[in-house]
């Protein structure tokens, strides 16, 4: 299989890849991967963005099936947050990865040889199992009401018998004291993935921060540290008690 095979094959399988990782999957330079991308981009092979390629998707309900909306005027920051988490991910390490879009896309980003990945989302287990070089361990449970994630008994009785290395959370809203949810729903079982594993991080683009939300849920002592997109105020970042990472997208 050629290499244009083999990068059309894992965008397909991710959704979305960018050049810095393929770059690294393929051992080459960043420039040989983006006349890569053109060449595959002019035959319609894949769909050139900002930093690298998204998949060609033909059936637009299809899509919707297996991941969120590619629309969500977000994406390219949560792309951005995903990559920067994936690059702190070492390999052999089992990592707990949480439920939302931002979480997603750190799923999508991983392209390392040897992982264990544990999640209790459909979507983030879905896009693990496209991928036959990391471990998929998926928590069960009740399904979540207006969401893709499990939770309830079943879920916590399971992560007890669990230790993982690092955890990723997705969050509702980041406050001056912490991290916030607009419903209770899954605390409990948040607090628990977070007991299980030796440090964690949270994933969050920059409309999260500020916002105003009911039910705390972590404090930042919780954390190594956060990541979010370049468009936060770097001052504004540069005042919680962690240290708050703005990635930013990988040049095209």
Known sequence: MSRHQQIVKLIEQRGF?????????FAVDASTIRRDLDKLAAEGQVVRTHGGAAAVVADRHAESAVGPDTNDPRLPEKRAIGAAMAERIHEGQTILIDG???????????????????????????EISTKPQI???????????TSTSMWGPTSIQQ???MRVNVAVFGVGTVMDDGIYASSSYSIELKRKMRSIASEAFFVADSTKF???????VFGFEDFTAGITDATLD?????RF???VIRATPVDA
């Open 241 to 243: 008690p962690v240290p």
């Open 159 to 161: 992560l007890e018998n």
């Open 17 to 25: 890849s960018s050049v810095a990782a393929l770059a690294r999957h």
């Open 210 to 216: 500020g916002r105003e939300a009911l039910f705390r």
């Open 234 to 238: 770097p001052i504004r970042a540069a």
């Open 135 to 145: 471990n998929l361990v998926f928590i069960g449970g009740e399904l979540l009401p």
């Open 100 to 126: 939302g879009t931002t979480c997603l896309e750190v799923a999508r980003h991983l392209d390392h040889s040897r992982l264990t990945v544990v999640t209790h989302d459909l979507h983030v287990g879905l």
